[in-house]
């Protein structure tokens, strides 16, 4: 049963996504309002900024799940119960969504990276991709969460989940890595048939007048490219989350905080991306782990395995994938275009 039903909390759905939209509108209207190249210092406090939007949402949840669902006080006098089990549950669970989509998130700011690059996309312009980008994903999560907490229903979807998660993982860890080739893309050959494609950059605009007809620009080949990746990328990270929690408000709220931080994290992590080469691995045990936990640990813990075991060893993983990037860096690093550097 869901604390948060949809049939109750329809106003709530509505007004939080009023406020993303308001965030975007400033964003775009005031902040970003002027096309220009964002700079590490503008990056890193956009991150805070949405990194702290997240802590605080997080703990107004636990305060209104503390307050809607009090506890009985005969409950209280049992030995080792804890009185706010309710509020501390869903602000775990929130809080290792988020972190789970954050560190996955990372696989987009390497696509980022490759796809800006072979269509060369001054940098002035590429906040303005993103921000596009951002927008349609959230749309498309939105769809793939409400699809996510009805297939939930079924209880032979959780274990399909899972094995899909597990594979998922497994394929990252030993499957080779492909080269990105937009130019390959089925949806970008099938457009490029519809209609024309400029290979030259006009500016900001996406489209064009060229001898009397509309023509795409590369700005708006790369948005297309990188949508139709999130789409990709939606398939593992939403079935992610609800192995984490069944509760689809906090899949939706996490997963939107975790997109809306996606584009800062780019700007401040693009030139250093590829030096955390181990972190693939740490994100298949990861999505190894809640595969797991949907197909077995879950059942073996009487239905839930707990939360706090879940956070503390994702967050273990992600951390020691980091640190040891860090501490045994490659020899060298790969360009663009896949050759060596001395």
Do not use: C
């Amino acid at each position: 049963m869901s604390l948060f039903p949809f049939a109750e909390y329809w106003w709530f759905y509505l007004a939080f996504t009023g406020f993303v939209l308001l965030m975007l509108a400033l964003d775009l209207g005031v902040f970003h309002r002027k096309a220009h190249e964002v700079s590490f210092k503008e990056a890193t406090t956009w991150s805070v900024v949405w990194v702290t939007l997240a802590l605080v949402f997080n703990y107004l949840l636990y305060r209104y799940t503390l307050w809607k669902f009090p506890q009985d006080e005969r409950l209280m006098a049992i030995p080792g119960f804890v009185p706010d089990a309710a509020a501390w549950t869903v602000s775990l669970e929130f809080l290792t969504g988020y972190i789970v989509e954050k560190s996955l998130s990372v696989d987009n700011i390497f696509v980022f990276v490759v796809v800006f690059a072979y269509f060369a996309i001054p940098p002035k312009y590429q906040h303005r991709v993103l921000f596009y980008g951002i927008l349609g994903a959230l749309v498309f999560r939105a769809i793939f969460i409400g699809m996510g907490s009805w297939l939930m229903q079924f209880h032979w979807v959780i274990y399909l989940f899972g094995a899909f998660l597990i594979l998922t993982g497994l394929k990252m860890m030993f499957g080779p890595e492909k080269p990105i080739d937009p130019e390959k893309n089925p949806v970008i050959k099938l457009f490029k048939r519809i209609m024309p494609v400029t290979p030259k950059i006009h500016g900001k605009n996406f489209f064009v007048k060229e001898h009397g007809r509309w023509a795409a620009t590369p700005l708006f080949i790369a948005l297309l490219f990188l949508e139709m990746t999130d789409i990709i990328f939606a398939v593992d990270s939403v079935p992610a989350i609800f192995a984490i929690t069944a509760e689809p408000m906090i899949v939706f709220t996490s997963n939107i905080f975790a997109i809306l931080g996606l584009r800062a994290m780019y700007f401040m992590l693009a030139g250093a991306v590829g030096k955390f080469y181990l972190l693939k691995y740490g994100l298949s045990i990861v999505l190894v782990f809640v595969g797991l936990k949907m197909v077995w640990l879950n059942d073996l813990y009487g239905g839930k395995f707990p939360i706090t075991w879940s956070l503390g060893f994702i967050l273990t993983t992600i951390a020691i994938s980091v640190v040891a990037s860090l501490m045994f860096p490659r020899k060298y690093e790969e360009t663009l275009g896949g050759d060596p550097l001395p």
